[in-house]
C-alpha cells in the first residue's frame, strides 16, 4: 500500500516508533464475485490493541481495489482520511469469537465495477506511528487461478539444462497455456482444475501461465527464471564510471555501470527489451574489481528517451543510483505540466523507480560560464523553500521573483534540498535519490536557467543537502533490505555496504549512512561532483553533520553532542572533495555542536583562503531582544571570535527553516509598557527593523529565512486549516506574496530599511573587518567595528545601537572621538562635542552612527587620489561584448567594483601591486553602471555604458 506512505512520509519525517502488527484474516466465501456480499474477518488475537492505544475495539478497515489488470488501484470512498478513519469502516467486534468482522458487496462498497483484486488493513482511528496491519490483498471472481510452484512472481534461478515443475489450480475447468518470454512453449488439450508441468528452458526470462475457463475468461499469472550466467568477466572502459555514461563520440552507446557487492549477477531491463530478462543484457564484472558490474548497450537510437532499471540475482529491481532523472510511478501524476512539461511516461505495468537516459541532448547555453562568487566573508545568505515561497512552487516562479530578491541586496540564495524525495509535498529531508532532481519542481534545464539567472544577477546558489540518511526507497538501501513482505521495502540488512543497521547518533531518521564506510565516501564525493559541475552549484549546506559518526547510539544525545574524532576527520575530507572540484565552493555545515568541534572545521586550511563555515543560531536570543524580555538576549556568539575561529566563518541568523519566526512569538508573546505593545502588529514590525539592524552590520556570514524581510507571522507549527499542532511543522504554509505583504506598506518597509542596512554592509569596506566588538544581554545593544587600515578620511568607524526594552533608553555609545558623526541610513551629520555623550532612544530605535558620511548611495561621485603615481582608466567606453577593460597602475592591492545605479555591488575583481591591464567580465543588461576602484589609499569610479 505505497500509496499511504507516499503520502504521508513528510509527516512521518521525525521518525515514530514502527508499530506495524501481523494480523490474520478470513474472507467467506473463499471466491466471489464482485456483485457478491463477503465477510472479511479478522483474528483478535493476533492484534494487540493496546500497543495502538486503543479502547473499546475501535478498529477499522482501510481498503483499496483494483481494475481486471489489477492496476489502477483506487482508495475505498469511505476510508476517510488517515489520521480520522470514517466511522462507515469500523470492524464489529465479536467478543464470542474475538474477531473483527465487516460484510459488503464490493461493486457498493468500493462504488466502481470491473473489479479485479481489492486490497485492505486494519488500522486504529489515527494511523499515524504505523498503527497498521500489514496489507492484504484478495482476488475476486468467481474464477480463479492460483500458481502454487513457483510462487507468483518468483525468481527462479537454474542452472543450464536443469528442469523447472509448474504447478497451479483454479476454481473451475480451464486450459492452461505456458510461454516464455511470450513465446509459446505449451499448452493443454482438455480442461481441468489442475495443471502440472515441468519443462527446461532455452533462456532466462518471464514465465506466463493463462487459464482459459469454458466460457472465454482468461486469468494470467507469472514469475521470472534466471539461467545463471557463467561469470563474464572484462575490464570496465575508461569512457564508464558507476551510472550513466554517454559515449564521448558515438550517440548510439551508453555505459552502465553499478556497485553490487554480495550480487552474483545483474541483469540490465528496460525499455529497450520491453523490461524483459534477456541474457544478452547480462553484466560484465570488471576484471580488477567484481563488484562493479558494466554493459554497454549499443544500436540505439540517438535521441530517443530510454528507461532501465537493474534486476540482481535475488531478484530486486532498481533505479540507478546516479541517476540524474528518475521516473517514479507513486508521484509523477500528481506533477502539474505547468512545473514540468512533457514529462516522460512511466513505463506501463512496471515497479519502483525507473531511471532515464538520452543521447544527443540539446546541452543548456550557459551565459555566465564562470561565476565569481562573494566571499564568505560577506554572504547574505537568502534561505528558500520553494513550496511555500510561490503559489506555482517550481523554478521558473523562482526565477520571476529574482528581481525581488535581487532588490533586498542579498547576494546568495539557499535552497532547501531540491534532490529526489519521497512524495511531492516536502521540505526535502526525505531524500531517496540525492544524485537526481526532484521533479516536483521542474525541469534539469529550468533550474539550471534559475542558477544563470542568479548568477547574471550576482547571487550565488547554495543548496541544501542530506547525506545522513536516505529512505527506504533509495536504490542504496532497497539493493540490501530485509523485505519481510514482498513490497520491496524494508529496513537494511547486516551486509549492506552503505548503511548502519541502527543509528549511530540521537538525532537520526530513515536509514543512517555509514560515513566510514568506502562505498558511501565514494557516492559522497560522485554527489558533490555532479550538482557543482552539472548545475554551476556555487556550494552546499550540509544537513545534519551531527550524524556523520559512528561512535554513539541513538539513545546517547551527550555522545552524539560531544566532541568526535571519526567527524571530524571525515567532513574535512568531504570538504575537500568540494573543493577539489571547485576551490572556491562553500562549505556550510548545519552542525550547532561544540566550539571545539566546529573551530576545527572553521579553522581547516583556512591559510589557503577556505575554511569550512558552520550555522550560527541565535534564534532564542534575537527573539528575546524583540519580544522584550532580556533573560538569555546575549547573542554575542555572534562575534566569530567567541568560537575559536580564526576567520569569519559563522553563519549566524536569527531565523531559518528549523526555528521559530520572530514576529510570530512577538505577536503572541511580546511584552509591553504602558500603551507600548510588542503584541501590536506595527510595533513589533518596528522591532524587526532593529533586529536587522544589530544583525546585518555585525561583519561575517548571514543568513535569512525568506519573509523575514515582510515580518512573516505564520508560526512554524501552523496546520493547513489554521490551527496549530507540533504535527503541522512541516506542513504548507501561507504564501506572503498572495498575502499581499510585499505590497502592505508597514510590511515592505521592514523590507526596503533591511535592503539599504544590507547596502550600506556591501558598500563599505569598514564592515570588512576582523576588529569588532558585540555587547548585549541588556536590551541595550551596541556593536562596534572599526578597520585601521582605512584612513580616518573615510568610514572607517561605526557604532550601532538598539533599544528593545519597552521604554524609552538613554545610551552612551562611547565615541571615540569629538567632531562631526554620521547616521549612515541618510548621511545627515551631528556634531559630537563629549565622547562621553549620549544619545536617547525609543522603544525599538536604532541608530547606525559613523566617523564619515557612507558610500551606500552616489557611488559615481567618490573621487579620492592620495598617491601621485596612481592611475586608473576605462580603455573601452561604451562597453560591448561585456567585457571591460581597465587600465592601472597602484601601489598595493586593489579591488575593481560594479555596482548599478542604485548602488548594488553586482562583481568585484581583486589585482595585485603593480602596473597593468585587466579585462572585468559582465553579463549586466544594457544599462549606465559604475566602476569603482579602490586600494584603500585611492578611490575613483567612473561611469560606463555597457550596450
Known amino acids: 500500500m505505497k500509496n499511504i506512505y507516499t503520502f504521508f512520509v513528510f509527516l512521518l519525517f521525525v521518525g515514530l516508533q514502527a508499530q506495524q502488527q501481523e494480523v490474520s484474516f478470513t474472507v467467506t466465501p473463499t471466491n466471489f464475485a464482485e456483485t457478491q456480499s463477503i465477510t472479511l474477518s479478522f483474528d ?8 495502538w492505544g486503543v479502547t473499546n475495539n475501535a478498529l477499522y478497515l482501510w481498503s483499496w481495489s483494483f481494475d481486471l489488470n489489477d492496476s489502477n488501484s483506487m482508495d475505498c470512498p469511505t476510508n476517510g482520511s488517515w489520521t480520522n478513519s470514517n466511522e462507515a469502516n469500523r470492524l464489529t467486534y465479536n467478543s464470542s469469537n474475538d474477531t473483527y468482522s465487516i460484510s459488503f458487496v464490493p461493486t457498493e462498497f468500493y462504488n466502481r465495477t470491473g473489479i479485479g483484486k481489492i486490497g485492505f488493513l486494519v488500522k486504529a482511528k489515527n494511523g499515524n506511528g504505523d498503527k497498521k496491519s500489514q496489507d492484504m490483498e484478495v482476488e475476486v471472481g468467481l474464477f480463479q487461478l492460483n500458481l502454487i510452484q513457483p510462487q507468483s512472481n518468483e525468481n527462479v534461478e537454474i542452472n543450464v539444462g536443469e528442469s523447472i515443475n509448474v504447478q497451479a489450480s483454479t476454481t473451475v475447468d480451464a486450459t492452461f497455456e505456458v510461454a516464455l518470454n511470450n513465446n509459446l512453449v505449451y499448452e493443454t488439450s482438455s480442461a481441468s482444475t489442475t495443471f502440472n508441468y515441468s519443462f527446461s ?3 532466462s526470462g518471464n514465465v506466463k501461465l493463462k487459464a482459459t475457463d469454458n466460457l472465454g475468461n482468461t486469468l494470467e499469472d507469472n514469475f521470472n527464471v534466471s539461467i545463471i550466467p557463467a561469470d563474464q568477466i572484462a575490464p570496465i572502459p575508461a569512457w564508464i564510471e558507476p551510472g550513466i555514461n554517454y559515449h564521448p563520440s558515438d550517440p548510439s552507446k551508453v555505459g552502465l555501470a553499478l556497485i553490487a557487492p554480495g550480487k552474483n549477477y545483474v541483469h540490465v531491463i528496460g525499455s529497450f527489451n520491453n523490461y524483459q530478462i534477456n541474457d544478452d543484457y547480462v553484466m560484465n564484472k570488471d576484471l580488477e574489481n567484481e563488484e562493479l558490474f558494466w554493459i554497454e548497450l549499443t544500436d540505439l537510437n540517438p535521441g530517443e528517451l530510454y528507461t532501465f532499471q537493474y534486476r540482481t540475482n535475488d531478484n530486486i529491481k532498481v533505479a540507478d543510483p546516479y541517476s540524474p532523472i528518475v521516473l517514479s510511478p507513486y508521484d509523477d501524476q500528481w506533477i502539474e505540466s505547468s512545473t514540468y512539461p512533457n514529462m516522460p511516461s512511466y513505463p506501463s505495468g512496471q515497479d519502483f523507480e525507473v531511471s532515464v537516459f538520452q543521447t544527443n541532448q540539446t546541452s543548456y547555453s550557459w551565459q555566465v560560464e564562470n561565476f565569481e562568487k562573494p566571499a564568505m566573508e560577506d554572504l547574505i545568505v537568502y534561505e528558500v523553500l520553494i513550496r511555500d515561497f510561490t503559489e506555482e512552487k517550481n523554478f521558473q516562479s523562482l526565477i520571476d521573483k529574482i528581481d525581488y530578491i535581487k532588490d533586498l541586496n542579498v547576494n546568495a540564495i539557499e535552497l532547501m534540498p531540491i534532490m529526489e ?12 535519490f540525492h544524485y537526481a532532481l526532484d521533479k516536483a519542481y521542474g525541469t534539469q534545464d529550468k533550474f539550471k536557467e534559475f542558477v544563470d539567472v542568479a548568477h547574471q544577477n550576482g547571487i550565488a546558489v547554495i543548496l541544501d543537502i542530506a547525506l545522513n540518511h536516505a529512505t527506504g526507497r533509495s536504490p542504496l538501501v532497497r539493493l540490501w533490505n530485509v523485505d519481510d513482505n514482498g513490497d520491496g521495502y524494508g529496513p537494511v540488512r547486516e551486509d549492506n555496504p552503505y548503511f548502519n543497521t541502527s543509528p549511530r547518533h540521537s538525532y537520526n531518521v530513515f536509514e543512517d549512512f555509514n560515513h566510514q564506510s568506502e562505498y558511501t565516501r565514494y557516492y559522497v564525493q560522485r554527489v558533490v561532483q555532479h550538482w557543482i559541475n552539472e548545475y554551476k552549484i556555487d556550494g552546499f549546506r550540509w544537513d545534519l553533520t551531527k550524524g556523520f559518526t559512528q561512535n554513539c547510539t541513538a539513545n546517547d544525545e551527550a555522545c552524539t553532542n560531544a566532541y568526535q574524532q571519526d567527524r571530524v576527520d571525515v567532513l574535512k575530507m568531504y570538504a575537500d572533495y568540494q573543493w577539489d572540484v571547485d576551490e572556491t565552493s562553500y562549505v556550510i555545515f548545519e552542525h550547532l555542536g561544540t566550539s571545539a568541534e566546529e573551530a576545527e572545521w572553521a579553522n581547516y586550511r583556512v591559510d589557503e583562503g577556505k575554511g569550512i563555515m558552520t550555522w550560527n543560531n541565535l534564534n532564542n536570543a534575537f527573539n528575546q531582544n524583540t519580544m522584550g524580555y532580556s533573560s538569555n538576549s546575549n547573542f554575542n556568539r555572534i562575534n566569530h571570535t567567541n568560537q575559536g575561529f580564526t576567520e569569519k566563518r559563522s553563519v549566524s541568523y536569527g531565523e531559518s527553516h528549523d526555528e521559530e519566526r520572530l514576529l510570530f512569538k512577538n505577536l503572541e508573546y511580546g511584552a509591553s509598557s504602558g500603551s507600548y505593545n510588542v ?12 533586529f536587522g539592524a544589530v544583525f546585518f552590520t555585525v561583519p561575517g556570514p548571514k543568513m535569512i529565512w525568506q519573509f523575514g524581510e515582510l515580518g512573516y507571522d505564520f508560526g512554524i507549527n501552523r496546520c493547513e486549516d489554521g490551527t496549530y499542532s507540533n504535527d503541522c511543522r512541516l506542513a504548507p504554509k501561507p504564501v506572503a506574496f498572495s498575502l499581499n505583504y510585499d505590497t502592505d506598506t508597514n510590511r515592505t518597509a521592514v523590507y526596503d530599511t533591511w535592503a539599504q542596512i544590507i547596502a550600506l554592509r556591501n558598500n563599505n569596506e569598514v564592515f570588512k573587518t576582523n576588529t569588532y566588538t558585540v555587547e548585549s544581554g541588556n536590551l541595550l545593544p551596541k556593536i562596534n567595528i572599526w578597520n585601521n587600515s582605512i584612513p580616518n578620511s ?42 562621553n555623550q549620549t544619545v536617547t532612544l525609543l522603544p525599538g530605535e536604532f541608530l547606525i552612527l559613523g566617523n564619515q558620511p557612507a558610500d551606500t548611495l552616489g557611488v559615481e561621485e567618490v573621487e579620492v587620489e592620495l598617491d601621485p603615481d596612481f592611475d586608473f582608466q576605462v580603455l573601452n567606453n561604451p562597453v560591448e561584448n561585456g567585457v571591460i577593460k581597465v587600465k592601472y597602475n597602484t601601489s598595493q592591492k586593489a579591488t575593481f567594483s560594479l555596482y548599478d545605479l542604485q548602488g548594488k555591488l553586482l562583481k568585484t575583481k581583486k589585482v595585485d601591486a603593480g602596473n597593468g591591464q585587466l579585462e572585468i567580465s559582465s553579463s549586466s543588461k544594457e544599462n549606465v553602471y559604475i566602476l569603482l576602484f579602490d586600494d584603500q589609499i585611492n578611490r575613483k569610479s567612473e561611469k560606463i555604458l555597457i550596450k
Open 421 to 432: 524525495f519521497d512524495g511531492n509535498q516536502s521540505w526535502g529531508y526525505n531524500p531517496s
Open 201 to 203: 528452458p532455452s533462456e
Open 679 to 690: 503584541q501590536n502588529l506595527a510595533t513589533a514590525l518596528e522591532r524587526q527593523k532593529a
Open 44 to 51: 483478535g488475537s493476533s492484534i494487540d490493541e493496546s500497543a
Open 794 to 835: 573615510r568610514l572607517n568607524k561605526v557604532i550601532v545601537l538598539a533599544n528593545f526594552k519597552t521604554t524609552t533608553s538613554v545610551v552612551t555609545p562611547n565615541f571615540e572621538n569629538t567632531g562631526m558623526w554620521y547616521n549612515l541610513l541618510d548621511n545627515t551629520g551631528f556634531s559630537v562635542t563629549s565622547t
